[in-house]
């Protein structure tokens, strides 16, 4: 079974770039029904609810069809606010511009810079429909900006996320109304480059 992970920081450590009351919603209702969720719908299913979150949505053809879409929507909701959480820091440590560490080097191959990768996911962001996330994530040892619908996670793609940006409305329409383009900038102030560089740093 699921539960919900704490902030690391307090609700309101990322103003004014993301405001309290957006956090609080976020965290506490959004994040915690999609936990719910995919309890309910793991219930009487032991073999799935006990898998970790990033096992499950590695599994998804193995469930019962009539539940996989909402195991697939919760669930994956449940490991992409985990992970988007622990992106952010309110004293975020080192931007890639000039680290020199394993994920810098590897930006720079991939994307030509960090300021070509900074745009390009930021176009991404901007050019998604609806709802959804995009990623920065590693694939096949290579490292690429994707975009995903709704709740879906790269895990289930064969792709290990080490970034992800939240572009549903609830995650910034308090705040930006509808400039997602002003709450893109504004995030890129928090990124936890540390975090992200670290999490690059475990991959086999």
Known sequence: MFTLPE???????????????????HHDKHHAAYIKNAN????????FSQMPVETL???????????????????????NHSLFWMMMSPNP?????QAQDDLGIAINKAFGSFEK???????????????????LVLNKGALEVVDTPNQDSPLSEGKTPILGLDVWE????LKY??????????????VNWKEVSDRYGRID
Do not use: C
Not at 93 to 97: E, I, Y
């Open 93 to 97: 440590k080192g931007a890639l511009r």
């Open 117 to 135: 990768f900074q745009e390009l996911f930021t176009v991404s962001t901007l050019s998604r429909f609806g709802s959804g996330w995009v990623w």
């Open 57 to 79: 949505l590695t599994k998804l053809e193995d469930l019962p069809e009539n539940i996989r879409t909402k195991v697939k929507n919760n669930a994956g909701g449940h490991f």
């Open 40 to 47: 309910d719908a793991l219930t009487g299913l032991d073999a």
């Open 170 to 173: 609830h995650a910034y329409y």
């Open 177 to 190: 109304q509808n400039m997602r383009a002003e709450y893109v900038k504004a995030w890129w102030n928090v």
């Open 7 to 25: 902030l690391p920081y307090a609700y309101n450590a990322l103003e004014p770039f993301i405001d309290e009351t957006t956090m609080k919603i």
